[in-house]
Structures are given as structure tokens and as C-alpha cells.
């Protein structure tokens, strides 16, 4: 069962960055298309970034579009997000998983944004 294990969340002042990973353990990582998702207190779960299996083409949701970068290794099975000009509404917990997603979900790691 492929495994998914998020990390780099934290606290930040608005405008700051964070660079979030995604592990995941199992050998089908490379044959699949990526997305970070996340979830605000009160709001369904948004997918906010994906990546193709090699890299080649990415797509971001408006909302983050300009401010966020997906990239992927798939040497090492991970998945990364970077953050920046954080805004107080990029608050939530971030997950990983494939597109569509059809993983177990993980964890999640929890970003705050403070105003």
C-alpha cells in the first residue's frame, strides 16, 4: 500500500514563503500525475497545484497561480510545493496525492498564515 507522508507546514507572517514535501513510499510514483491539495477549516477539499509524471506541464488554480510552484522527483518519489507571498487564505492543511486522487489520503501538513 503506497504511502504518502507530507512535511514543511508551519507558521508564517503573510508575504513570507514555505516549501512543503510530499514522500511517498511504493514504486508507482513515477507513472503517476501529482496535485497538492488542501483543506480550509469549514471548506471542502481544493486542488491547488498538479504536475505530470515527468514534469513536463503543470497546472495551478487561480487562487495560487503566479504565487506557487509544483515540482517532482521521482528519483526520490517526492513531490514538492513551493509557497510565496503567502495570504492569510492559503491557511490549511495541504495534502498530496495522485489526479485523480485514488491514494489514502496522508496526514496532511498544516500551513498558517498570519495577517
Known amino acids: 500500500q503506497v504511502q504518502l507522508v507530507e512535511s514543511g507546514g508551519g507558521l508564517v507572517q503573510a508575504g513570507g514563503s514555505l516549501s512543503l514535501s510530499c514522500a511517498a513510499s511504493?514504486?508507482?510514483?513515477?507513472?503517476?500525475?501529482m496535485g497538492w491539495y488542501r483543506q480550509a477549516v469549514g471548506k471542502q477539499r481544493e486542488l491547488v497545484a498538479t504536475?505530470?509524471?515527468?514534469?513536463?506541464?503543470?497546472y495551478y488554480a487561480d487562487s495560487v497561480k503566479g504565487r506557487f510552484t509544483i515540482s517532482r522527483d521521482n528519483a526520490k518519489s517526492t513531490v514538492y510545493l513551493q509557497m510565496n507571498s503567502l495570504k492569510s487564505e492559503d491557511t490549511a492543511v495541504y495534502y498530496c496525492?495522485?489526479?485523480?486522487?485514488?491514494?489514502?489520503w496522508g496526514q496532511g501538513t498544516q500551513v498558517t498564515v498570519s495577517s
Open positions: 511504493g514504486s508507482i510514483f513515477s507513472i503517476n500525475n
Open positions: 504536475i505530470t509524471t515527468r514534469g513536463g506541464s503543470t
Open positions: 496525492n495522485t489526479v485523480p486522487a485514488y491514494l489514502f
